[in-house]
Each structure stands twice: as structure tokens, then as C-alpha cells.
């Protein structure tokens, strides 16, 4: 059986509950109202802050600020928690925040993402399963965030937008739309570049699958409609497509619209 193991300079608040093998380092602290599932590591000098629990086999590297109170002046210390799944690695400065009341009071994320250095989850935001965040990556409040989706080094999302799953978000984008899922999308004035088709094949996404979704973005990005008329052409592809389904679906659900624009063609109305 694995033991748990607590570094003599670590402060673990009494009512914290640890899994067994949970590994906890030099100056590392945990605070009230924590449960670290089994495996755990927390490097030295982390701190994670409850309510937060996390499950199986995270680590969370030196440094990383976990569950801390949200940066948001409406909060008033308001009891709002945060839940993080299995085998996440959250690396060296990483913050992640609580959720706040008028947010529905819950940051969740998934299983398997990786977090790199200096990366932030604010409030109330909805991160998904195998997501890789790169240096500096930053979500704003109420975000969410699809399964395997990328953000790439330096890139901002705005609050309440949304990144689709599957999506590769490039380096130093300024996202204030939704991320469309299954495509590349880039730049701090941000355009579409064409399928994740990489990540995609590395998935294991099929030729079939991979022809509909080019199809699908040539109608929504290529051929310079208006939104509706390429959702209405994009539902006459749906059916024997699912990922385009899944494409139509969360196109029709933007409350801020997408981001739909080709490289070096001039912004209009039809992002919405």
C-alpha cells in the first residue's frame, strides 16, 4: 500500500482529507476544506485552498496556486468551490480559482489536461478532459473550455466565450468570440486556418470524418455566407456526420457569436 507523505515544513489544515500516497513538499500548504484523492503529488511551496477537491494522481508542481478565492469584486467570501478531476498536471506558477455565487459557484476541470507554467483558470470557468494549456495561456471568468482542446502560448480568452472541442487556439491570440471546435484559429485579430487536422489524425479521427469537417468549414468559413445560410446548408451535411452535427450544434448555440473569418479577409458582420 502506498503511504502518504507529508514534508515536516508543510502546513496541512486538520480538516484537509488525503487519499493514500499522497505526496506533499517542502513549504507546500493545503488548507481547509481540501480532499486530495489518492496519488496526489503537490510540489514545494504549492498551496491549494479549499473547498477544492482534486482526484486521483494530480500533481501540482512548485509554486502553482490552486483553489484560491476568485478575482472578482463582487465576491464576498461566499462559500463557491472548485473540482478538478484525475491525472491533471498543473506546473510551476499555475492558478486556478473558485467559482463565484452569481456564477453558479463552481470552476470544474476535467482529466489528463496539462497546465503549463504560468497558466490561469478563473472563476466559473468549464475546462474539459485532455486539454493542453501553454505558457501563459489565460481564461477569463466563465469560460469553457471543450475536450482536447489547445491554447497556445500567451493566448487570452475572453469571459464567457467558449473554445469548441478539439480546437487549436495558436500563440498570442486574443479570443472575445467562440473558438470554433475542430479548427485552428490564430492571431490577436484572430482568423481560421484550416482543421486541427493534425490533432484531429492524432485522435484518431477517420477520413470520413475528416473530409465531412473540411466540407463543413469550407460552407462556414470559406464561401463568405451569413451565419444562417450556412448553418441551413451545414444541416443538410449533418446526418450522415455526426462531428458535423456536433459542428452545427455548437455554432447555434453562441451567445457571442464565432469566430469565422479566413486569413486576410476584412471583418464584417458575418462573425456573428
Known sequence: MMTTTIHPT??????????????VGPFAVIGADVTLGDGC??????????????????????NACIGFEPQDLKFGGERTRLEI?????????????RGTEK??????????????????????????????????ATLAGHVEVGDDATISAFSSIHQFCRVGRHAYVGGYSVVTQDALPFVKTVGGKPACYGLNRIGLERKGFDEASLEALEQAY??????GLSLSSALEELNSLASPHP????????????????????PGRKRGSRGG
Request: charged fraction near 20%; aromatic fraction near 6%; hydrophobic fraction near 40%.
Open 243 to 262: 462531428v458535423v452535427g456536433d459542428l452545427i450544434t455548437f455554432v447555434s448555440s453562441t451567445q457571442r457569436g464565432v469566430i469565422r473569418h479566413p
Open 41 to 62: 503529488e503537490i510540489g514545494a511551496g504549492a498551496m491549494v485552498e479549499g473547498p477544492s477537491v482534486l482526484g486521483r494522481e494530480n500533481r501540482v508542481f512548485s
Open 103 to 136: 456564477g453558479g459557484g463552481l470552476t470544474r476541470v476535467g482529466d489528463d489536461g496539462l497546465f503549463m507554467v504560468y497558466s490561469h483558470i478563473a472563476h466559473d470557468c468549464v475546462v474539459g478532459s485532455r486539454v493542453v494549456f501553454a505558457n501563459a
Open 10 to 23: 508543510a502546513v496541512v489544515d486538520p480538516s484537509a482529507s488525503l487519499g493514500t500516497g499522497v505526496t
Open 218 to 223: 469550407r460552407v462556414l468559413v470559406r464561401r
Open 85 to 97: 478531476g484525475d491525472r491533471n498536471q498543473f506546473r510551476e506558477f499555475c492558478t486556478v480559482h
